[in-house]
């Protein structure tokens, strides 16, 4: 042996870089995983959206990458969907 011990490598892991921000949702805030973000995201691995603020197929068609999808966003419910859940409780028309 040479006497020289090694150092260990510098700097941080790949994700402890990125912006905090790109840990979590860029629609509602909630905590992404890596992996999500990996599988999901857009090329610099930020989701735009999430499970919490968005829908399966909306999420596997792009939406989570900032992707415009063919699907309604659950953000934005129509009013007749509203009063039809509202009157579905109550049992009235």
Known sequence: MSGTQRQAPSGNAPDSTAQPEAKTCQNC??????????????????????YDCDSNTRLYRGS??????D???PRNRDRQSDDYERDWRTGER
């Open 71 to 73: 699907r309604a966003d």
């Open 29 to 50: 805030g909630s905590h992404v995983s890596r992996k999500f973000r990996r599988i999901f995201g857009d090329r610099e691995n930020v989701a735009h959206r999430c």
């Open 64 to 69: 989570a990458a900032g992707k415009d999808v």
